[in-house]
């Protein structure tokens, strides 16, 4: 039996929910367009690809994912879907109310999206921490690889960048297509960045207008970064860093 | 490359759009409980299944599952996910949404949750049809098998049943433990049944109460109906006779 | 004193409580088109008679009418008020909410409407049962005439059709022309059915688009059907099996 | 033929509309205790006869009556519903606009609840006003009997009192059981009244608190007021004028 | 240290929430155009200078005030600003839950945009009795000083007339510009009335509809009444009645 | 004049709109404790004085702040007010709207709250963006003074710590009581922090449990920082530099 809660019974996931030391993780991405190169699903594989080896070191609970995102700025290309931060946030209420019926305490989402579904998990997070006294905790990769992305030499968080295209060519290799990749390096934009660990003054990140989205998307096929200087055997590294860091977080909360 | 659209680069769904016909298919499921013998997420396998299988054979695209259902009566057993019915459509309505600022004009629901999920699915596809003018068809497989349930001598629709057990058993045997199904026949309950082919008077159905459903729950561990009748051959029988019906509903609309 | 709530006084409504074994009924109808040979309001006279004649037997209280319903599929012709369902819901819920604090304990709400209407009403009944701990039956005429509808001779259900215009003869004659109605027979459609007592392979109803509706509103007047095989003495006995049909469902659950 | 909406078929709705000088008069008003003389329906009764006979003096057409209103300072007495007022604002707010769809460009609401009533009114009023461009008026008794309440000999406004016992004694003398009235004197209170003519300084109307209301219900049965000062002949004449002057602001509106 | 809680540490509010009796003062007003001769802001002005000089005398406790109101009708001036009043009574209903959870156990609005800011605030009052067990007042001045205007000869209430010019003349001199103010007398209109202290047979106020506001604001810059009859004098025998008129009503709080 | 829109007439407000360019600053902040030596306003004081000084300089408008942000974490101590976060997204949408619909095409929101505001601010920006078509900046002054802060020796941004006291003592010396302050310094927490310029792994803020902030507000009246060290002097250098950062983000919009 792996750690899927989907793929066991109603008495498999009664023990499982014990053994997990009433953990549960979520895994959240988004459908929305990763450049030439990188699927569509590129930011659910993450968040799976990360839950599945971490919950199968420390013994943790998947619930099935939640494959959507919030992804307004990136509808310019097609095949993106985009779900309003308000039905996210309250489909994930609902998710954690069932889970608390049956004895969940602590719930970890993992966020393969980055810092735009940052914002609707949070207002779920503390939602369901008020509502339901539950813990909740967001691991989102962005945040919790400030240290080794430096480390390894690669540039700012963009959008389909060497980080991501790295992490997904040592995970899903077949969905990757490098050379298709365009380059759009991020520029040191005065009072501006997306990127977590961006240490100089700026604006608080808002979703790209339309209009501002589009004329991007036509630099480099939706990226920003430098998908070209992608490399598996980084990516290796990072994702060992990031399942590190997740078995940690579980492990602080089985603690509990 | 498959007919998911989370596999897709936004190039390849950009063609897929086109030559799916402005088809797009949505699996829905649940995760609730299925008896000792089968796991939470059956009713998502079997959309997923339906729409793998009839999408290669039509190339239509899949939408990423949607692997949460309403189940409010199923909470009686460990492991059981239930979402607000209008969290449900509202969440359904933005990817179609989403679809159709991308070209497509036909949504599929298929609705692996049978008369439960239906009620909410009517919400969003009407809401779909009407502000987004699209044509949305709702594929259950309970009602789309009512002939040849009859034909495979199977007995009235229940839960974890035979009709399901027996497709699970065709498609996923190794999440399927036989040995641990329990009966728990269906009787011909006067002036009641979820039924659809049901053809004698009744009352609309309305999803259990939390107290009726927890003692239906302690009979047989969850099942309405006879598991342990279930065959994989049958199984192979109704799938294929499902996915034929689908092609049918896609060809129809592609036609359009 | 008769048996609406709205004739009472308070002191009177509280010993009708009592004497009702705690049963109150709510006739739910619409404001739609039925043809140019019956008025807009059929659906609501139709539950608001059978509530009448059943509560007069079996001594119920009647909450007084909800006129209007869901019918966006019949506003291509004037005069039809179609509500949102989620609102239709919410005021109902409010009603079995006000009942409760007065010490009703089951509900049964008689749906003139077919359909459309038990949409919301399932969404409603399941939030008056969860939420107030009430029992909630949803009584609609074409779901508990299968059995009479096929001795009687009548055709498929479709919109003011033989048996609507044979039962508002018998009740309502001041209220139906005949001379005025246009017959639209209903096909065997394939994959497709509105009538709970279809037999074979369905799609599940999704009420129609604007588009379709109008284009089927210009064949006979808005009807689907043949209203002109409509007589008063089938009606008749069409109603008195309702009528019988819901004094066994208010003695069960006054049984309890 | 008689002046509601549901009595005709969608070929005569069609014509009233276009007589009826695009009109239309939605009657409103509550099931709530009016003491142990007169019915829970009074406030709707009162809405529903004036509707009638000024439709009938000035052919408008009238829309089927919301029985139910806001009376949440009510549920003291058994038998009272009361709905949400947002509930209520929507479920007019969506009549207006199925009306608007059909032709009618104003809207009479015909308050038989008073001041309650009146909060929501004024909200779906002007929602209506807004986005649906009709005209919309707020007919209500006690505001629109200001001078003949004086010239009568009445008292102030209160709560099934010799107005409100008059006009039902004239227009529904079996309904009332004057035998059981029990009077409550509205006092002169500091700083406080519901009575819409009330000349001194005053603080604005809020429905009273549950136990208040309570306290209150218990001195008279439910009455604010002197009922047995009630007399047919003077109820003649109230709902003479109040007929007069619906049928001058259909008048009014028509000449637009 | 004065009344605002917005100016004391925690320690300080504590201490003051005894103090004030557990009474606490929300002043309300609105952005809104008030002629050519006043400020935008001049009803949250009326309604922080009330509170202020009420609260010093009685002691109450003063939150900071909400500048914003309803005023769809004055859109058709720069400078307002309009809030959804559903949107008004949720952040009222916040505030007072927050003082709640402090120990605050009675409340008092201060509208100081008369009739149109009343409408939700009875919304948001009921609400907060019904679910906080709160007492609350709405203290409107144009309510609470329907003798003193008598006796000081003004004409109805109107918009920017000489009732708020003399009151914004006493207390915010700087703010008013007499010279041009623009005279647009209120006429006796048949069967209509914003004036709270309107003795004749009127209909309910809804505000205006955006093209009769437009043509209105253009006859005298957006007033309604004689505002060069204004004067300072009287402003303050107005005020003064108002202040202590407030102060009246939260002793007879304390008292309780 | 001054810059506020509630002071200006609405001819001074439409001419105002021209001159500045079309931009409009909108102070956010909160009342929420700041241990014992700062008052509950801290936040809107903070978001009032930047506004102020900037509008100044830059000729920019000011709208009236809104003084209530969202803080579930802070109370525990008396006095705060938190708002949910979807009520002051809607309410910011609002005041959006209505400047909007007068020619104000640029809103730079000026979050004196921090961390926690900047959650709906995210949402409301991006409404506002896509439904209005306006750019919409967020100024944070812990975002904005991340090179400052350091170049001033200051430690981690906390709560009512050495920066917010300093910045506080320099613009607002008689709300602050030094005396009062009690220290509570950040500590380097393993996988935390709501410094936005923490440049090590982390996990996304979420909103304190009550528990959780109940203890810490417990070891020095709720702050975590050293207050002890602020210094009016570093406030000056720390406010000119956000005045400057907010004159340049206001040119920018303007150039525009």
């Given at each position: 039996m792996n750690q899927w809660l989907q793929d066991m019974s109603w008495e498999e996931a009664k023990k499982a929910i014990q053994n997990a030391g009433k953990v549960a993780i979520l895994p959240v991405g988004s459908v929305e367009q990763?450049?030439?190169?990188?699927?569509?699903?590129t930011d659910s594989y993450v968040a799976i690809t990360l839950a599945e080896d971490a919950a199968k070191e420390a013994g943790a609970l998947i619930v099935p994912p939640l494959w959507f995102g919030w992804s307004p700025h990136h509808?310019?290309?097609?095949g993106t879907i985009t779900i309003r931060p308000e039905i996210l946030s309250e489909i994930t209420f609902d998710i954690a109310a069932s889970l608390s019926h049956h004895g969940i305490r602590k719930l970890i989402m993992i966020n393969?999206?980055?810092?735009?579904n940052v914002v609707w998990m949070q207002l779920a997070a503390e939602k369901i921490q008020r509502e339901l006294d539950m813990a909740v905790k967001i691991f989102d990769p962005a945040y919790m690889s400030k240290e080794i992305v430096k480390d390894l030499g690669f540039g700012a968080v963009?959008?389909?960048?060497e980080i991501e295209t790295s992490h997904m060519m040592y995970r899903?290799?077949?969905?990757?297509?490098?050379?298709?990749a365009k380059d759009n390096p991020v520029k040191d934009a005065h009072l501006y960045?997306?990127?977590?660990?961006?240490e100089k003054d700026t604006l608080c990140y808002v979703p790209s207008t339309y209009a501002h989205a589009k004329k991007n998307a036509e630099i480099a096929g939706?990226?920003?970064?430098?998908?070209?200087?992608?490399d598996a055997q980084k990516g290796k590294s990072y994702h060992e860093h990031l399942v590190k860091r997740l078995v940690e977080v579980i492990e602080t909360l089985r603690e509990r």
């Open positions: 990763h450049g030439c190169h990188m699927p569509l699903g509808m310019v290309r097609p393969g999206h980055r810092i735009v963009g959008h389909a960048e899903y290799p077949d969905l990757v297509n490098l050379a298709l960045s997306v990127d977590p660990s961006y939706g990226t920003s970064g430098e998908p070209t200087k992608a």
